[in-house]
């Protein structure tokens, strides 16, 4: 039988309840401190484990020539806290680039030769490390540990960076838009996980050629392949290479020109046909009439027999064919109107790693807004900040986009009808930015009317259209002959026979 002891009279062999555990902000075990609580003690040490890194280190020096071509490219020099460490890994791995033998002798001589070797705790350090661990056989577990602690380093000093810019938010010195302050914090700890076996800092030429060398020799071992994404349309890969990570693609045009078609068309070929996931940002149009579009231009349909509801046995089958491959693919559309570039960079990054999209598409970039205070000024600025953070979004993803913009009406003033680049409309920046400008153009259709020609002339223009790549940074400028199919708002590419009637 259990005694209790009675508090007024508490029995001195009445059993003392268990100490709570030591808890540094004072609070029970499952409590979340306060912000204060954090702050006031911000100072601690930062997490680190000096065996994990010494059983790296032993395990590289026991068995070098399997570890240290594993380690170069998954375990950076800063993921070694202590500085001695971090000291003898970099001259590791200076031995692994020059082919050199590595022993402890070696190691000890070279560090010394330096004047590095009492840095690091002597020749005994050397012999001490070479010893630490029995086994290399264990080196994954070691360098898990360490990256793992690299990672909360960078961590804390990620939303340590927020904190401080958060309470400096608003002075001079600093940009006053809560907006681009959230879109900064965003990227500092979305950043903690791409750093994960990445190399930090800049790299040194000697890397950069040597990938070079390799993109160079993967071209000659695959002769005529796209380095990028196909867009279904022979004549723009081969002018491109292909839609290529880091790359922005401006395809520009007057009002009902059929650009968000033409963009439509070489998203579904990339995500439906290719299997590769894409997203689309459409501030113009609904998603459900995006989709709608999408089917009857799959299936081959007229939007208006769609729209009501004559359709035959063999169409309705079509329909549901391209239903069927629409639902396989995977197109990630938001058609938030209106949306700010910091919101969309917010939202592609999330697809990224959510879904690993490969390419996005924007219709179109002067329905962007950008919330700076230097934006909401000028029409001018706004744009050029819109066209900056699209590519540096292009480039942060490595991944390809395609941007719709609109043209002015000075095209239309002028004869032929050619649209140019200085026609980009409201920025020059967009011209700037751009590694890739496409001007779409139909023969039979400008300014918003038909042109008035006889019927013979009418007819053989009858759904011309060409997409002038008036500006490539990494390859040649030409004409892509198209032909549009405007009841199925879809453009096929021109047969041999019609390009010299191209406009």
Not at 169 to 193: M, N, P, Y
Not at 456 to 479: F, H, M, S, W, Y
Request: net charge negative; proline share 5%.
């Amino acid at each position: 039988m259990v005694e209790i002891a009675s508090s007024e009279n508490p029995s001195p062999q009445a059993v003392a309840p268990a100490p709570q555990q030591a808890n540094p902000f004072g609070r029970k075990r499952n409590e979340i401190p306060t912000a204060e609580e954090l702050l006031a003690n911000i100072n601690r040490a930062l997490p680190f484990s000096d065996e994990g890194e010494k059983g790296v280190l032993s395990s590289l020096l026991q068995d070098p020539n399997e570890r240290l071509s594993e380690s170069r490219v998954s375990l950076p020099a800063a993921a070694f806290y202590h500085e001695a460490n971090r000291t003898i890994y970099e001259k590791l791995l200076e031995f692994y680039d020059k082919n050199l033998p590595i022993d402890p002798v070696m190691v000890t001589n070279a560090l010394r030769d330096q004047g590095l070797l009492e840095r690091v705790g002597g020749p005994a350090a050397i012999t001490e490390l070479f010893t630490f661990v029995p086994s290399p056989s264990h080196y994954t577990h070691y360098k898990k540990i360490v990256l793992d602690k690299y990672i909360l380093r960078q961590l804390i000093h990620a939303c340590t960076l927020n904190i401080h810019q958060s309470y400096e938010f608003g002075k001079e010195q600093l940009d006053d838009d809560v907006s681009t302050l959230i879109d900064h914090a965003e990227q500092r700890v979305l950043a903690v996980r791409e750093s994960t076996g990445k190399q930090e800092g800049l790299k040194t030429l000697s890397s950069h050629v040597a990938e070079a060398i390799d993109s160079i020799q993967y071209m000659l071992e695959h002769p005529g392949q796209l380095r990028g994404l196909s867009t279904g349309y022979s004549k723009l890969d081969s002018l491109s290479s292909g839609l290529q990570g880091g790359e922005m693609f401006i395809i520009a045009a007057r009002p009902s020109m059929g650009k968000t078609s033409l963009a439509m068309n070489i998203v579904e070929h990339i995500s439906v046909d290719c299997n590769i996931p894409a997203a689309v940002f459409s501030l113009e149009m609904s998603a459900t009439m995006l989709v709608r579009r999408l089917l009857v231009s799959r299936a081959q349909l007229s939007m208006q027999d769609l729209s009501r509801g004559l359709l035959s046995r063999a169409q309705q089958e079509a329909l549901a064919k391209a239903t069927r491959e629409l639902q396989k693919a995977q197109i990630f559309i938001d058609e938030t109107p209106g949306l700010d570039v910091l919101e969309l960079r917010a939202k592609a990054r999330r697809l990224k790693k959510q879904h690993n999209i490969q390419m996005i598409m924007i219709d179109y970039l002067q329905l962007m807004t950008s919330s700076s205070r230097r934006a909401k000024d000028n029409r001018q600025i706004e744009i050029a900040e819109i066209s900056a953070g699209l590519k540096g979004l292009s480039k942060e993803l490595n991944v390809p986009i395609i941007v719709l913009a609109q043209l002015n009406r000075s095209v239309e003033s002028r004869k032929g009808q050619r649209p140019v680049l200085s026609d980009l409309r409201e920025s020059g920046s967009i011209e700037q930015d751009a590694d890739i400008v496409g001007l779409l153009t139909r023969e039979d259709y400008a300014g918003g009317k038909m042109e008035a020609e006889d019927e013979e002339t009418a007819a053989k223009k009858k759904g011309q259209a060409v997409l002038i790549i008036a500006k490539n940074r990494n390859g040649p400028t030409d004409d892509v002959p198209l032909r549009f199919i405007d009841h199925a708002m879809r453009f096929m590419e021109r047969q041999a026979d019609d390009e010299a009637d191209s406009p």
